[in-house]
């Protein structure tokens, strides 16, 4: 079945500033790839050829990719500036609908273009392990190792890595339960992982482990100066 992604590429990253003041965060480039490319050739790996870039920030300048890779559409998220992340999966919403999907953040730093090809025979969310504390997106599951919160802080668990991929039935459920949430009230504080975690005993995610070795999240000035400095 043809698989299809979603881009992530409409904040403004204004914790990378100066950085980010003339070029959106995904178009910075490590070494000769900026960061949106290194997710884009992981995605072109596994053979998902249908790739929808959400932009909002800066956007025009992201039509380079057009240009360089087959398969890129851009849509544009208008709200960015006011409504939080739930705007940009609400604007992609009817490819949630066309069959299995990956939603992705564009300002990864993917080292290991493997890293989406193993079989995913269910829903997931990427996730590196961490032990002790941790205050960033985490994931709690039952023995089963089914997801039972999506949220922020937990201890040895694992950590949002910034992917996801959803089924065909369970990526139309999402974009209705995005449809549900958008416009309610309060939804413009929402990021679209909240919607999951509202409506999380209707989906069976799991966790794909993934390593740094794999996949970087590259959120501060000192990560992305480290990232260079690595190449």
């Not at 995913?120 to 997106?137: H, I, K, Q, V």
């Not at 139309?172 to 995005?178: D, G, R």
Request: with cysteine; net charge negative.
């Amino acid at each position: 079945m043809e698989e299809y992604a979603i881009l992530m590429a409409a904040g403004m990253g204004t914790r990378l500033r100066p950085y980010t003041a003339t070029t959106p965060k995904p178009l910075l480039k490590v070494g000769d790839l900026a960061l949106i490319e290194t997710v884009i050739r992981a995605l072109h790996r596994r053979g998902v050829k249908e790739i929808y870039i959400v932009t909002g920030y800066l956007g025009d300048q992201f039509s380079i990719l057009q240009e360089k890779y087959d398969g890129i559409t851009i849509l544009k998220n208008t709200v960015f500036e006011t409504v939080n992340n739930i705007s940009s999966v609400y604007v992609a919403r009817e490819v949630l609908k066309k069959g299995p999907c990956f939603i992705c953040e564009a300002d990864l730093l993917v080292t290991d273009e493997q890293l989406l090809c193993p079989e995913l025979a269910n829903s997931c969310y990427f996730g590196r392990f961490e032990e002790g504390y941790s205050d960033d997106w985490i994931f709690e599951r039952d023995a089963n190792g089914i997801i039972t919160r999506v949220g922020k802080g937990g201890t040895d668990v694992y950590n949002m890595a910034g992917i996801s991929y959803w089924t065909a039935e369970e990526a139309k459920h999402l974009a209705e339960c995005i449809e549900k949430e958008f416009g309610a009230d309060g939804y413009e504080e929402l990021f679209w992982d909240d919607v999951v975690n509202m409506h999380i005993g209707e989906f069976a995610l799991t966790v794909q482990p993934v390593t740094r070795e794999q996949i970087t999240e590259i959120d501060t000035v000192e990560e992305y100066e480290a990232a260079c400095n690595r190449v």
